[in-house]
Antibody
Framework: QVHLVESGGGVVQPGESLRLSCAASGFTFTNYAMHWVRQAPGKGLEWVAFIRYDGTNEYYVDSVKGRFTISRDNSKNTVFLQMNSLRADDTAVYYC????????????????WGQGTLVTVSS | DIVMTQSPDSLAVSLGERATINCKSSQSVLSRANNKNCLAWYQQKPGQPPKLLIYWASTRESGVPDRFSGSGSGTDFTLTISSLEAEDVAVYYCQEYYSAPASAFGQGTKLEIK
């Protein structure tokens, strides 16, 4: 049974940093790309970042390029999102999501999601 | 960038009746690599993460009730719930992954009981 558990959310001031983690279990982590998707309060879903199954490629939505970094530790079945220079419009629930394609190069649909972790950026 | 537009924004349907949600992409999401439409549907209930219902426009995810079906091709897609049940109250999102990894979601459609 696939299980994704996010942690690391909290309340920070604008300009500060936060590191999110997502611990994965129940599948062969090293074979799947992983994503971060966020949802601002009362709003829709926004894809944020992607990392290839072997960690060799990363992609970001334009609004976070240069500020966020996705990474993974395949020895610990964990994916991370380092968020720097946080802004008020980064306030959201951040979900990690497993890609549906084994050994996918660019990602497809998201077949499993974590429960999410709330990031609030406020002065 | 591909823009996904869902209609309607909200929908109220009686129990046992059919619910239909539409999703239109600003360009075709038909993959030339495998001749499949890169379109997924998700269900999100209050306080829960999204749940995958349909991928490749019409393939039902394992465990999803068969009252849920997806159809369409190119730029126009439909999610149909053939006979609405109370547990289907949720917000539904379409997602294109033609431009993956930078995929785009529709704005969501809120489904309620009439």
């Amino acid at each position: 049974q696939v299980h994704l558990v996010e942690s690391g959310g909290g309340v920070v001031q604008p300009g500060e940093s936060l590191r999110l983690s997502c611990a994965a279990s129940g599948f062969t982590f090293t074979n799947y790309a992983m994503h971060w998707v966020r949802q601002a309060p009362g709003k829709g879903l926004e894809w944020v970042a992607f990392i290839r199954y072997d960690g060799t490629n990363e992609y970001y939505v334009d609004s976070v390029k240069g500020r966020f970094t996705i990474s993974r530790d395949n020895s610990k079945n964990t994916v991370f999102l380092q968020m720097n220079s946080l802004r008020a419009d980064d306030t959201a629930v951040y979900y990690c999501a497993k890609d549906g394609a084994e050994y996918g190069d660019y990602g497809e649909y998201f077949d499993h999601w974590g429960q999410g972790t709330l990031v609030t950026v406020s002065s | 960038d591909i823009v996904m537009t869902q209609s309607p924004d909200s929908l109220a349907v009686s129990l046992g009746e059919r619910a239909t949600i539409n999703c239109k992409s600003s360009q075709s999401v038909l993959s030339r690599a495998n001749n499949k439409n890169c379109l997924a549907w998700y269900q999100q209930k209050p306080g829960q993460p999204p749940k995958l219902l349909i991928y490749w426009a019409s393939t039902r995810e394992s465990g999803v009730p068969d009252r849920f079906s997806g159809s369409g091709s190119g730029t126009d897609f439909t999610l149909t719930i053939s006979s609405l049940e109370a547990e289907d109250v949720a917000v539904y999102y379409c997602q294109e992954y033609y431009s993956a990894p930078a995929s785009a979601f529709g704005q969501g459609t809120k489904l309620e009981i009439k």
